[in-house]
């Protein structure tokens, strides 16, 4: 079975100082991961995925994340934050059960960014 | 190009009552999904279609039902509203196969309520 573990509920940080959202996964063969970002009372939308190319993966807003086999990890980073970032975001898996191989997705519990002037 | 539409917005049902929840997608998409997201548990799946006529349970489906007559139309009925099902609902689309080569379209959620 695969799942997703994000490390931390929530994370605070200032306006133009960097961001990591950490996310940890577990997965019996090589998985496919996403960063999806909610902000408030909005659906979600994807920021960045990995699917077996680079395993640094440049998203949009200045989001990247780097996938670590080793440590089976796929945190997302930002150099420096914005007031904008401020939202609830999600490590996702691709499940590969389910009849006609769905790709059903995985969530994470999400983690809420603050970020202070 | 409205992408995927939920109506309501919000809705507050007693026990016992049953509501329809909609959901709409003008997108040609083939996978629609129906999620509940609730506080620090992410989004679990209840309810998938991979195409008109075509549905499957996900991982929390008990007490809902779908029905896909049409590509574009993917409701979610609850027939005996339990509190337990208070609940922010997100319905989602793809192009093909869950997000994996093209990322899902969600609408902007449906807060229920049930005392």
């Known amino acids: 079975a695969q799942s997703v573990t994000q490390l931390d509920s929530h994370v605070s940080v200032s306006e133009g100082t960097p961001v990591l959202l950490r996310c940890n996964y577990s997965?019996?063969?090589?998985?496919?991961l996403f960063w999806y970002v909610q902000h408030p009372n909005k659906g979600l939308q994807l920021l960045l995925k990995?699917?077996?190319?680079?395993?640094l993966v440049k998203g949009i807003n200045g989001f990247e994340a780097e996938f670590k086999k080793s440590e089976t990890s796929f945190h997302l980073t930002k150099p420096s934050a914005h007031m904008s970032d401020a939202a609830e975001y999600f490590c996702?898996?691709?499940?590969?059960?389910?009849?006609?191989?769905?790709?059903?997705?995985?969530f994470g519990q999400g983690t809420t960014l603050q970020v202070k002037p | 190009n409205a992408g995927v539409t939920q109506t309501p917005k919000f809705r507050i049902l007693k026990i016992g009552q049953s509501m329809t929840l909609q959901c709409t997608q003008d997108?040609?998409?083939?996978?629609m999904y129906w999620y509940r997201q609730d506080p620090g548990m992410g989004l679990k799946l209840i309810y998938y279609?991979?195409?008109?006529?075509?549905?499957d349970k996900g991982e929390v489906p008990n007490g809902y039902n779908v029905s896909r007559s049409t590509t574009e139309d993917f409701p979610l009925r609850l027939e005996l509203a339990a509190p337990s099902q208070t609940s922010v609902y997100f319905c989602?689309?793809?192009?093909?196969?869950?997000?994996?080569?093209?990322?899902?379209?969600f609408g902007n959620g449906t807060r229920l309520t049930v005392t």
């Open positions: 996702v898996v691709i499940s590969l059960y389910g009849s006609g191989n769905t790709g059903k997705l995985i």
């Open positions: 989602a689309s793809c192009k093909d196969r869950g997000g994996y080569n093209s990322p899902l379209h």
């Open positions: 997108m040609n998409h083939n996978y």
């Open positions: 990995y699917t077996s190319a680079a395993t």
């Open positions: 279609s991979v195409g008109a006529g075509i549905t």
């Open positions: 997965s019996s063969y090589s998985p496919s």
